[in-house]
């Protein structure tokens, strides 16, 4: 046992609740603040199926979980992301397997702690406590025989035993609490009267060594990246070579910090309090040896920050400052070590809550100016507006953003969070909100090395993007592009918020190939972003296409309800919404065409009503009157049109409509309510009337117009812009 020595009675536990019940159905494991390792027939049994099924349930299906803690519970929902069924062996009695991980849709609240994963071997004492969070239930047990990739577990015959309700939970080591494995079921004895020679109080578990070979085998390595694993002096089984070789990099530089037993003592007891760690008694002198220090630093994840933090304010020497930027600096390449210490994370969240509650639209709005070049983490990258919840799940995602390279610099760069932060507090609305998280920055930056005038630069930025207010949009455009063979009917897509002064903002779009109903509701939350940062909402959507691209039918795609959960059925088709037109400029032969014909004083509206060649509509283009129209409404059957669509566009025609539904010429007075020749500059909005009928609760036609609307005033986005990684 190490000087940090572990709480016997972990801070946190987490359980599966079953539906339609407040009773647990299991108990779970709190891998990192967005996930939970379970038995699959937990999650089964809190379904309401068989226990042993393999089927996998519906992964989009929502699972209740509880935390509770010290006098304490809150909930939250969960959904499968890893699914290991249970296989059955032949002796019936223990199976392969039945594992499950779940993604928490909110991260876990801060005062839960992920569980330190330790490899279990024959003769550790551990304990297992029921999903119902009673601290009472705590069953003592030992670990016996492995076989083949489970334990077995013998209980004494005093106080509780394991038995239904325990399934999934964790093992925790009875000497410092680390987890040694999953409880995964009880052995019942034989039916009948209980023999002197019978069985009892004997379970089994999946060790922690089995767990990580099953996520191993499902290819889960993003799972096992962010399980914590003990160090060397927490579990007598040694670490890996990788966390020896990082803990040993470390050393140096603890050394020219704390290389008097009597100063780093001092220092570690206020560590292991925040960490939550239990010291050797006062009377005790001892220190903890550099190697067990530096080893606890990469295992805690907010370990290293924490001693930074005590560390800061009393060093005296550019020596001594130059050791802790190295330490912070070996320290920021370690993907298990977090940029805050415990006070700093507590005290931003809090800031934040206060932020958020004022204005839940500031910080993603902060957070698109301070972090433009970035991929925005969780929440930031897809919604305009930030709930209280969603906050850690933000903090922890900036946290593991990279703040630029970490080689031989004067002053460490200034980090994203920090960024941020600057951001929040010069737009903050209370002169307290600003006032905390301006101080906090000072903290930070001090504790990190980071130069003054590199934060004044960024406050200066934050302070001229406060005093700015932008334009309102003018629309949302999203450029399509599907997604291959193997994936059909769905698209990539970028997004962009036109200002009227010709600005504009990149939307953050989710990664990989969307469905069209993913399209329509991230085109909303777009177009509600405005409305969000004290404007209009915006009522125009462009969606530019290639030529390929002209027939899918996007004014149908789905919105999504604006109130999410509470009434999911209050989803608008695209075209209803908003003035949705399709651009095409792959198609426009002559660009030039586009402006010319949108100024001139020609007709304003040629009307196909009869079968027509290619070449007698290029003929009609070309001459008087129609050479300088800036409209053309197409009918008839779709060979025909699409052929006709095709000259329009290769000459120019920055107007053209039609009705994708029509079969023939004869469907043309389909259209008739949509006055597809009345004034141009209403013919968008006309067209969303029409399509809220059409489209609606009672659908008044069967017609589905079709309309490009080539908008030379709004250029669309040329080729990609690089910046500078940092």
Known sequence: MGWFRRRTEPRSRVALIREGSAKAAGAAALLSPKRVLTCAHVVNDALG?????????DRKHPLAVAFHGAGTTAHGTARLSVWLPPQQRASKVVWDGDLAVLELDEPAPDWTRPVVWREMTEGLGVRAWHGGGETITYADTVVGLEDDGCCYLDGELTGAAIGPGYSGGPLWVRSDSTVAGLVVAQVLPAEGALGSQDTVRRGWAVPWQTVRKELERADAGDVLTECRIAAPADAGTGGSQEASVSAGLLIPALRALLDDPARRAGHCRGLAADIGCVPPPETDPSAPSVDELAALLLTEERALATLAESLAPTLRDGAGRQALNDLLALGRVEPGVRLLSVGEHRQLLAALRTVTVADPALIPRA??????????????????????????????????????????????????LLKLAAFVAAAASGTEARRTLHLWCDRVAERLGISRAALAERRADAAAWASHRPPPAARVVTRLSEAGPDAPDRYHCETWLFHRDGTRATVPTPKGALTPDDIGRLIREAADRCRAEGGEPATQ??????????????????????????????????????????????????????????????????????????????????????????????????????????????????????????????????????????????????????????????????????????????????????????
């Open 49 to 57: 199926r068989e226990p042993l099924s393999a089927d996998e349930p």
């Open 367 to 416: 957070a698109r100016e301070a972090l433009r070049f970035m991929a925005l983490p969780g929440p930031l990258g897809c919604a305009g507006r930030l709930a209280e919840a969603e906050l850690e799940g933000v903090v922890l995602g900036l946290e593991d953003c990279p703040d630029g390279p970490v080689g031989d610099l004067v002053a460490p760069p200034v980090p994203a």
């Open 541 to 726: 959507v462009d969606v530019v296409v290639g030529r390929d691209g002209l027939q899918i039918p996007v004014e149908a795609w789905r919105t999504g309800s604006e109130f999410g959960d509470l009434f999911p059925d209050l989803s608008l088709a695209l075209g209803a919404r908003y003035q949705v037109a399709l651009r095409c400029p792959d198609a426009t032969r002559r660009p030039g065409e586009v402006r010319r014909r949108w100024s001139a004083p020609g007709p304003s509206a040629l009307v196909v009503t009869k079968p027509a060649t290619a070449l007698e509509l290029y003929e009609q283009l070309l001459d008087t009157p129609y050479k300088d129209t800036a409209r053309v409404v197409l009918h008839g059957p779709p060979e025909q049109r699409e052929e006709l669509l095709a000259i329009c566009l290769a000459m120019g025609v920055p107007v053209v409509l039609w009705d994708r539904a029509a079969g023939s010429i004869e469907d043309a007075g389909r259209l008739d309510d949509l006055d597809p020749t009345g004034p141009l500059h209403k013919l968008p909005q006309r067209l969303q009337e029409f399509r809220a009928a059409a489209l609606g609760s009672k659908k008044s036609s069967a017609a589905r117009p079709v309309l490009v609307w080539d908008d030379c005033e709004l250029p669309l986005p040329g080729p990609l812009e690089l910046a500078d990684p940092a």
